[in-house]
Nanobody, 113 residues
């Protein structure tokens, strides 16, 4: 059974940093495309960052240059390093496992101005 567990969310001031983690069990993350999505209140869930099985990365325009997605195959974990956070980054952040189509439970990120 595939499970994704996110952690690392919290409350931070604008300009601060957070690192989100998504630990996966039941499948090797090195073999799959992984992504981070976010959903703000009243808005649709949008992709933030993607990392392919070949470690290519892509980012939403709104986070490019501030966020970095990475993967630790030994820990079977995907990370999202978020720097220079803005109030508009406030959302629930979800980890997504491609191919299988599994989601984590989400972790809240709140950025105060």
């Amino acid at each position: 059974q595939v499970q994704l567990v996110e952690s690392g969310g919290g409350l931070v001031q604008a300009g601060g940093s957070l690192r989100l983690s998504c630990t996966v069990s039941g499948i090797l993350v090195s073999m799959k495309q992984m992504a981070w999505y976010r959903q703000a209140p009243g808005k649709q869930r949008d992709v933030v960052a993607i990392i392919t099985s070949g470690s290519s990365t892509n980012y939403a325009a709104s986070v490019k240059g501030r966020f970095t997605i990475s993967r630790d195959n030994a820990k079977n974990t995907v990370y999202l390093q978020m720097n220079s956070l803005k109030p508009e980054d406030t959302a629930v952040y979800y980890c997504y496992l491609g191919g299988v189509g599994s989601w984590g439970q989400g972790t809240q990120v709140t950025v105060s101005s």
